[in-house]
């Protein structure tokens, strides 16, 4: 699987769009990028995850970019259940393995 | 979505004595569920994969013996830490994809919290 780079923390105000970049230049034409949560003490949490055309679900919006080099995860408007930290990760959809977590970036959204 | 649910959600054992760790997917059979065991401020890591049916894969550096994994039905996987010590106090959680659907997004059980004194 591509590895992938975030930043390790972002603020961002309750009420407001967050916006959470992963840098993935490795990835390969058959990998898709997934997006997943993980709120303190508790399991991960499936968001979202595309191929190459942006997404949206009623959790998020994934918007990759034209070389699917980087993606952005958007949170429309963010409150504070959203804290927590998040993953990208990039695998193949047939892929049978693990998955392999980075360490995600920990958004804490500010009252 | 798909439910995965963990039991128990916590617990405190002695060194030396066995824990098991119950992984169960509530409304999708499962012929894989996922280990992962995750320790304070670090990322989650892949301990093994459980197949239904047969042995379970473990992941470099895991003891298969110490970590011993079953997966007798489509809906159960258990994990069960022998001999625990101190430091195999950590966060255990585990996955387990739907099939049929089409993609291969995992769902997370609520994970277990082990410390072992």
């Known amino acids: 699987d591509a590895k992938t780079t975030q930043p390790t923390s972002m603020d961002c105000a309750e009420g407001r769009a967050a916006n959470l970049p992963c840098n993935h230049s490795?990835?390969?034409?058959?990998?898709?990028v997934y997006w997943y949560r993980q709120i303190h003490s508790q399991g991960p949490q499936y968001i979202i995850h595309?191929?190459?055309n942006n997404e949206t679900n009623e959790m998020a919006s994934l918007i990759i970019t034209e070389d699917r080099k980087s993606s952005t995860l958007i949170l429309p408007h963010a409150t504070l259940r959203d804290t927590a930290v998040y993953y990208c990760?990039?695998?193949?959809?047939?892929?049978?393995?693990?998955?392999?977590f980075g360490k995600g970036t920990h958004l804490i959204i500010q009252p | 979505g798909a439910v995965v649910s963990q039991h128990p959600s916590w617990v405190i054992c002695k060194s030396g004595t066995s824990v098991k760790i119950e992984c169960r997917s509530l409304?999708?059979?499962?012929?894989?569920m996922f280990w992962y065991r995750q320790f304070p401020k670090q990322s989650l890591m892949l301990m093994a994969t459980?197949?239904?049916?047969?042995?379970?894969?473990?992941e470099q550096g895991v003891e298969k013996d110490k970590f011993l994994i079953n997966h007798a039905s489509l809906t159960l996987s258990t994990l069960t830490v022998t001999s625990a010590h101190p430091e195999d106090s950590s966060f255990y959680i585990c996955?387990?994809?739907?099939?049929?659907?089409?993609?291969?997004?995992?769902?997370f059980g609520q994970g277990t919290r082990l410390t072992v004194v």
């Open positions: 996955s387990a994809r739907a099939p049929g659907q089409g993609t291969v997004e995992a769902f």
């Open positions: 490795t990835i390969s034409g058959n990998e898709y």
């Open positions: 595309g191929l190459k």
């Open positions: 990760i990039v695998r193949s959809r047939g892929g049978a393995d693990g998955l392999t």
């Open positions: 409304d999708f059979q499962a012929t894989t």
């Open positions: 459980s197949n239904e049916g047969s042995k379970a894969t473990y």
